[in-house]
C-alpha cells in the first residue's frame, strides 16, 4: 500500500508537466520584439529580457550616450571589449575577410558623406578629394582585435554595428532561453528571427512568412513565401530604392567601401537562413552589396547559408530565386 | 553592408509602403528634374485660402512665378504682398484688371462660393488656365454651364481644389480599396468638427458680409460646401461613384448670433450601385472626434486623417494573415497598439495635400492632361453639395440624376 503509493508518486513526479505557450513583447533598438516559448512555467521573464537587452545597448548601439561602441569611436586607440563588443566585432571582421571586404562595419563616414547617413544629408556630392581623405578612416583592415581589446590603426575610424547588432540580440535571447532549459521557442527581433523546436501539443514547426518588398503581398498572402523551420535563424535585408539626387545624377544607397562610390545592383531584398541570426544577419547585408551572378557564386562556396534573393531584373519587374536548400524549406514552392 | 541605419529608414517605412505604386502622374512630380519655363500666374482672393495657397507656390519657384494678387480689400493685398518673396505680384482691386494681363497664363480662384462661377467663367473666356477652390460651384446650375464652357476650351485647364486627396496618402487609399484590403465596403463615415463659431475677426467694423461670407447662405453653402465636400469628392473619385440618394438634417443649435448657415448638420447618402451608406456631419460645438474618416468594409477599416492613415484588419482577416509565428522582412510589419498597421507612402514625408494638387496643375498645364480633380469631377462633387444643402435646408430626400454624372 505504502509502496503503491510511493511509486505513484514517483510517477508524478517524473511525469513532465505540460508545456505552455508564453508570449513576451516590448520595443528595442528602435523597433519591436516578441518572443514565443513553450515550458512549464513561465521561467523567463520580461524583467530577464530588457536586462539583456539594456546590457547589448550599453554596449553595442550607437544611439546610446557612453555606450562602449561610442567609446571606442570616441578613442584614439581603441578600448577593452566587452563580450558582446568581442563577439560581433569579430564576426564583422569574418564577414569582412569572407566577402574581400564587401561587408565593411567601419564605412560610415563614407555614408554619411553620401547623404544616406542618420544626420543631415550635406547639400552638395563630395568631391574627390573628400572621398579620398574618408577613404582614409575607412576599411576594417584597419580594425583588429588583439586579446580582450579592439584597437584601431588610425584614430578616426569609427564603427558602426547597427547592420549585425539587432541579428546578435536575437541570439543572445535565445541563449537566454536555453539557459532556462527551453527547447522550443522562436525569438523575433526587428523582423530577424531565431527558432528551436516545435508548437505545442500540435508539435508542428515554425512557420516563419518572407514579407515582399512590394507590400501588396499583404492583401495577398499567397505571394508571401512561407517557409517550415525547426532550428536556424532567418533574416532579411532590403533595398528601398532610397536614391539621393545630388546635382544631376541619381545615387543608390550602396557604398563600395573600396572606391567611396555609391553603386547600384539588381539586389531588392536578400532573406538568409544560418545556424544563428549573427551569421544570418551579417551575410544578408553582404549579399545586398553583391550583383545576382557574384552572389550564386559567393553561395556556392558556403554551403551553410540558404539564401532566397529578390532582384529586379534589367525590364524594372521584380523576379527571385533561392539556392536548393532554401526551396525545400518552402511551404508552397 | 552596414550602409543604412535601419532605426532611421524604420521610422520612415511601413507595411503598406506604397511609393511604387503612385499613378503616373505623381511620380513625374516626385521625380521633378526642374523644367525650364515656369508658369506666370495670378491670385484672385487672397484672404485665407488664397493667401495658403500663395505659402505653398513660394516652395514651388521652379513651377510658378507669381505676378498679379487681386483682393477687394487692400489689407487682404498687403498681407499677401508680404508672402510673395518674389516681390513681383502686381496689386489688383479688381480681378477683372487682373485677367486683362495677357502676361498672366494662370489663376487661382479663390473668392467665396457664390462668385466661383462667374470668375471662373471671366477666367476661362480671358484664355487663362484655372485652379478654382472648392467647391467648384454655388449650385447645380452653374456647375453644368462651367462644364459646358470647359469642355468648348479643351486646350484650358480646370482645375479643382479639392486638395486633400491629392496627399500621396490618399492614392495609396484609392489603390487600396481596389486591391481589396477592404473588402466590401458597406459604411463611411466622416465629420469635421470644431468648437468654434466658425467666424473670422473683422478688421474693421462693416466688414462682416465680406469677411463672414461662410455665414451667409447668399453666398455660402455652409459646412456641406466648405468641409465635407472634400469627404464627398474623395468617396466620388476613390469608387468612381456618385450618391444616388440623399438625406439631410440640421440647425443653427448653438451659435444663434445672426447667421444663416446652419452651424450643425448631417447627411446621410446612398451609394446604390456600391451598396454603400455614407454619412457625413459637422458640428461647430464639440471638437473631440475633429476630422474623422473611417471606410468600413467587410475585410477591414481604414481610418484617416489629413496627414495619417491607419488600416485594421477585421478579426476573419487577420486569422489570414496570422498563419505565420514569425515574419522576416527588413521593414517589418509593425501594429500599433489598437491593432492596426500605419499606413505609408514611402520615404519622403508628406507634404500639404496642396503643394501636390498645385503640381499637379502644373504638370496639367505643361502636358494638356486632365488634372485628377477636374471639372467632370469638381461638378459631380459641386452637385452632391448642393443637393446635400437641399436636403438639409428643406427636409426633402433628393435623388440623383442622370444628367448629373458629367462626361
Given at each position: 500500500m505504502v509502496f503503491g503509493l510511493f511509486s505513484l508518486l514517483m510517477l508524478w513526479v517524473t511525469m513532465p508537466a505540460p508545456l505552455q505557450a508564453f508570449h513576451l513583447s516590448g520595443h528595442a533598438q528602435g523597433t519591436t520584439y516578441a518572443i514565443t516559448y513553450y515550458a512549464p512555467d513561465s521561467v523567463v521573464t520580461k524583467e530577464q529580457v530588457t536586462q539583456q537587452l539594456t546590457e547589448i545597448d550599453a554596449s553595442l548601439s550607437l544611439y546610446h550616450p557612453g555606450s562602449l561602441i561610442n567609446q571606442f569611436n570616441e578613442a584614439r586607440r581603441g578600448v577593452l571589449a566587452d563580450r558582446h563588443l568581442k563577439i560581433v566585432g569579430s564576426a564583422a571582421l569574418r564577414v569582412y575577410q569572407d566577402t574581400d571586404g564587401l561587408f565593411d562595419a567601419t564605412v560610415e563616414p563614407l555614408v554619411q558623406a553620401w547623404g544616406f547617413g542618420p544626420q543631415a544629408p550635406p547639400a552638395a556630392a563630395p568631391t574627390p578629394a573628400t572621398i579620398r581623405a574618408l577613404l582614409a578612416r575607412v576599411g576594417s583592415d584597419k580594425l583588429h582585435l588583439r586579446g580582450d581589446s579592439l584597437v584601431k590603426d588610425v584614430p578616426t575610424l569609427r564603427l558602426d554595428l547597427n547592420g549585425i547588432a539587432q541579428g546578435y540580440t536575437v541570439d543572445v535571447l535565445a541563449a537566454l532561453l536555453e539557459r532556462h532549459c527551453i527547447r522550443d521557442y522562436l525569438v523575433e527581433l526587428g523582423g530577424e528571427i531565431r527558432v528551436r523546436g516545435r508548437k505545442w501539443p500540435s508539435g508542428e514547426r515554425w512557420r516563419v512568412g518572407i514579407e515582399r518588398p512590394d507590400t501588396s503581398a499583404f492583401a495577398a498572402p499567397a505571394l508571401q513565401q512561407i517557409i517550415d523551420l525547426t532550428t536556424g535563424a532567418i533574416t532579411t535585408s532590403g533595398n528601398y530604392r532610397k536614391f539621393r539626387q545630388v546635382g544631376g545624377v541619381k545615387n543608390a544607397h550602396l557604398i563600395n567601401p573600396k572606391t567611396g562610390y555609391p553603386f547600384q545592383n539588381e539586389m531588392i531584398s536578400v532573406t538568409v537562413i544560418a545556424r544563428d541570426a549573427l551569421t544570418a544577419d551579417a551575410y544578408d547585408n553582404a549579399l545586398m552589396g553583391m550583383d545576382l551572378a557574384g552572389a550564386l557564386v559567393f553561395l556556392r562556396q558556403h554551403p551553410e547559408l540558404q539564401v532566397y534573393l529578390i532582384y529586379q531584373r534589367p525590364n524594372g519587374t521584380a523576379a527571385d530565386t533561392a539556392t536548393s536548400g532554401f526551396q525545400r524549406l518552402l511551404l508552397n514552392p | 553592408m552596414t550602409n543604412f541605419a535601419r532605426r532611421d529608414f524604420l521610422q520612415k517605412t511601413g507595411l503598406l509602403t506604397g511609393g511604387l505604386l503612385l499613378p503616373n502622374g505623381l511620380i513625374d512630380v516626385f521625380a521633378t528634374a526642374p523644367m525650364a519655363d515656369k508658369i506666370k500666374i495670378g491670385i484672385i482672393g487672397c484672404g485665407d485660402r488664397g493667401k495658403g495657397l500663395l505659402k505653398i507656390l513660394q516652395e514651388l519657384p521652379d513651377k510658378f512665378e507669381v505676378i498679379g494678387l487681386a483682393d477687394e480689400l487692400p489689407f487682404r493685398l498687403r498681407d499677401a504682398r508680404k508672402i510673395d518673396k518674389a516681390g513681383k505680384g502686381k496689386l489688383y482691386a479688381d480681378y477683372r484688371a487682373l485677367l486683362d494681363v495677357?502676361?498672366?497664363?494662370a489663376v487661382i480662384i479663390a473668392v467665396p462660393l457664390h462668385l466661383h462661377f462667374a470668375v471662373a467663367k471671366a477666367a476661362l473666356l480671358a484664355g487663362k488656365q484655372v485652379f478654382l477652390e472648392k467647391t467648384m460651384t454655388y449650385d447645380i446650375p452653374q456647375a453644368q454651364e462651367l462644364v459646358r464652357l470647359a469642355q468648348q476650351r479643351p486646350n484650358q485647364t480646370l482645375q479643382v481644389g479639392h486638395q486633400y486627396r491629392y496627399s500621396p496618402l490618399y492614392y495609396r487609399v484609392k489603390e487600396m480599396i481596389a486591391q481589396g484590403y477592404l473588402g466590401k465596403v458597406t459604411q463611411i463615415d466622416c465629420r469635421w468638427d470644431?468648437?468654434?463659431?466658425w467666424r473670422r475677426p473683422l478688421p474693421e467694423p462693416g466688414l462682416e458680409r465680406q469677411i463672414n461670407w461662410r455665414m451667409y447662405r447668399e453666398y455660402s453653402g455652409g459646412l456641406a460646401a466648405e468641409l465635407l465636400s472634400h469627404q464627398m469628392d474623395f468617396i466620388n473619385w476613390a469608387f468612381d461613384t456618385h450618391a444616388d440618394e440623399i438625406m439631410g438634417t440640421g440647425g443653427i443649435d448653438y451659435y444663434k448670433d445672426g447667421r444663416e448657415t446652419y452651424d450643425n448638420v448631417q447627411v446621410m447618402v446612398r451609394y446604390a450601385r456600391e451598396g454603400m451608406i455614407g454619412n457625413f456631419g459637422a458640428t461647430c460645438a464639440n471638437a473631440r472626434d475633429g476630422y474623422l474618416f473611417k471606410l468600413k468594409g467587410t475585410k477591414g477599416t481604414i481610418s484617416l486623417l489629413i496627414d495619417e492613415g491607419i488600416y485594421y484588419p477585421e478579426k476573419e482577416t487577420l486569422k489570414q494573415y496570422g498563419t505565420v509565428d514569425g515574419v522576416t522582412g527588413a521593414t517589418k510589419i509593425t501594429w500599433n497598439k489598437e491593432g492596426g498597421i500605419p499606413i505609408t507612402t514611402g520615404a519622403e514625408p508628406l507634404k500639404d495635400g496642396s503643394w501636390y494638387a498645385l503640381s499637379d496643375f502644373y504638370r496639367a498645364i505643361k502636358e494638356n492632361k486632365t488634372p485628377d480633380s477636374n471639372v467632370l469631377t469638381g461638378a459631380r462633387t459641386a452637385c452632391t453639395v448642393h443637393l446635400a444643402n437641399q436636403a438639409i435646408y428643406n427636409h426633402t430626400i433628393e435623388k440623383w440624376r442622370p444628367e448629373y454624372s458629367f462626361s
Open positions: - | 495677357r502676361a498672366i497664363e470644431r468648437n468654434g463659431s
